[in-house]
Antibody, heavy 122, light 107 residues
Framework: QVQLQESGPGLVKPSQTLSLTCTVS??????????WSWIRQPAGKGLEWIGR???????NYNPSLKSRVTISVDTSKNQFSLKLSSVTAADTAVYYC??????????????WGQGTLVTVSS | SSELTQDPAVSVALGQTVRITCQGD??????ASWYQQKPGQAPVLVIY???NRPSGIPDRFSGSSSGNTASLTITGAQAEDEADYYC??????????FGGGTKLTVL
């Protein structure tokens, strides 16, 4: 079955750019009608959707983060990536990648990656 | 702040039935999906669509909806059901949105 795995630096300095990659295994990122999403969770807090990319390459972003977020896809590597610029301590969180299915307007996230902790600190 | 509202905490006696609710305007048009998250683990989908369970999710988990409220019901709660539960649907822009989460304690 499809599995997702996040990778990237666990420590990023303030004002720099956070970069993470999600590698998809067990299936092609280009097959099916799926969105590929990034979601984060600060310690002890709830889930926040960051944004997503469709198999066509179109993107949607959380308006609260839109000015700082870029999500891209590399179909040759079966990966999609997140870049979050000008980070502050408030961006410290566990970052998850997930596959989003949307059918007749209903959406759900499955599967999820295991998550990766990113700490913003000098 | 989330456009989907959940009670922060709910408790249930072992073996009893518990309902976890999620309120939001988008739920008048779309079903919620529900996720279980245990400490240190990624969320796991437990209910999606009208009332669908992914493979491997026990049938004690069920979903329902009425008006602007979606509910996740656990019939005969087990100790291993103690976790945080999150609902998901759309916000007013059509983007995905999560509720604030409900911490379920099994007594």
């Amino acid at each position: 079955q499809v599995q997702l795995q996040e990778s990237g630096p666990g420590l990023v300095k303030p004002s720099q750019t956070l970069s993470l990659t999600c590698t998809v295994s067990g299936g092609s990122i280009s097959s099916g009608s799926y969105y590929w999403s990034w979601i984060r969770q600060p310690a002890g807090k709830g889930l926040e959707w960051i944004g997503r990319i469709y198999t066509s390459g179109s993107t949607n972003y959380n308006p609260s983060l839109k000015s700082r977020v870029t999500i891209s896809v590399d179909t040759s590597k079966n990966q999609f990536s997140l870049k979050l610029s000008s980070v502050t301590a408030a961006d410290t969180a566990v970052y998850y990648c997930a596959r989003e299915t949307m059918v007749r307007g209903e959406n759900w996230f499955d599967p999820w990656g295991q998550g990766t902790l990113v700490t913003v600190s000098s | 702040s989330s456009e989907l509202t959940q009670d922060p905490a709910v408790s249930v006696a072992l073996g009893q039935t518990v309902r976890i609710t999620c309120q939001g305007d988008s739920l008048r048009s779309y079903y919620a999906s529900w996720y279980q998250q245990k400490p240190g683990q990624a969320p796991v989908l437990v209910i999606y669509g009208k009332n669908n369970r992914p493979s491997g999710i026990p049938d004690r988990f069920s979903g329902s909806s009425s008006g602007n409220t979606a509910s996740l019901t656990i019939t005969g709660a087990q100790a291993e059901d103690e976790a945080d539960y999150y609902c998901n649907s759309r916000d007013s822009s059509g983007n995905p949105s999560f509720g604030g989460g409900t911490k379920l304690t099994v007594l």
